[in-house]
């Protein structure tokens, strides 16, 4: 019998092939389901993107990893893909998953305190939130987005306070429909 290959070998070979389909891998995991193995692969947009990953990108990055992962000779034979983005309710655990939450409302607790604001800007690894907190990612114990069913009627353009920084890669707020 031959030895699976770790999620890590997975990572490796799937993230180049995920990454010519315009996404970012952003996860594997291999779980094992009786004789056969269920791959796990969480694809997202990139970092400089908003709005969601489509289902017509769910389906081609679907096909470009199925034909990778045939290519894997110490995969077994019977495996299950499944490959999803990562939805609304994922942990921003990473400055990647902030910069893709900027302008959406997040509920964070750092440092021991509580707070959901509006993030603003992220600065390298620093956080930025309209009630004025500015904190770093290391400070984040937990952070997720808050869903706003009526955001997109509500806010205005002038609601949005735009962040510049010339020289530090600070990106942009902009009005996600």
Do not use: C, W
């Amino acid at each position: 019998m031959a030895i699976q290959p770790t999620a890590e070998d997975l990572q490796g070979v799937l993230a180049p092939v995920v990454a010519s389909a315009g996404l970012y891998l952003e996860q594997v995991r291999i779980v094992p389901s009786g004789k056969t193995v269920t791959v796990r692969v969480t694809v997202d947009l990139d970092e400089s993107e908003s709005g969601s990953v489509s289902l017509e990108q769910i389906a081609d990055a679907s096909r470009a990893v199925s034909d990778a992962l045939d290519a894997v000779p110490s995969l077994s034979d019977a495996y299950t893909l499944e490959v999803s983005s990562p939805g609304t309710n994922r942990p921003l655990t990473e400055p990647r998953h902030f910069k893709r939450a900027i302008s959406r409302l997040i509920k964070v607790n750092a440092s021991g305190e509580d707070f959901t604001a509006r993030l603003l800007g992220v600065d390298g690894d620093e956080l930025e939130f309209d009630n004025g907190k500015r904190i770093t990612v290391a400070d984040v114990r937990k952070a997720k987005i808050e869903v706003e069913l009526k955001r997109a009627e509500e806010v205005r353009d002038e609601d949005l306070e735009e962040i510049v920084s010339e020289d530090s890669g600070t990106q942009e707020v902009e009005d996600q429909p």
